[in-house]
């Protein structure tokens, strides 16, 4: 076991992957190459346009669950956090 070769390709980076980062900026750079950012634009301003109710539905009962506060928490707001 302890001869087998690693193999770069499926080692776990962890957290920060490096390889992940490369893979994801060459295909950010594809896609504004071929040109194909205007089209996603458009599709993507129809998609909210199409479901703008739905979104802001979302997004208030989102924005309400952040207020809410555990019950089973206590705070001291004297002291700094």
């Keep these: 076991m302890g001869d087998q070769k690693k193999n770069p390709e499926l080692e776990n980076e962890g957290e920060g992957s490096r390889s992940a980062a490369r893979a994801y ?6 896609f504004v190459k071929e040109g ?17 109710d739905h979104l802001a539905k979302a ?10 506060h555990d019950p089973e928490e206590t705070r001291d707001y004297k002291k700094p956090e």
Aim: charged share 45%; net charge negative.
């Design 25 to 30: 900026n060459k295909d950010q750079q594809d």
């Design 36 to 52: 194909r950012v205007g089209e996603a634009a458009s599709a993507a301003r129809k998609a909210v346009d199409e479901n703008a």
């Design 59 to 68: 997004e208030r009962e989102g924005k309400a669950r952040a207020a809410e």
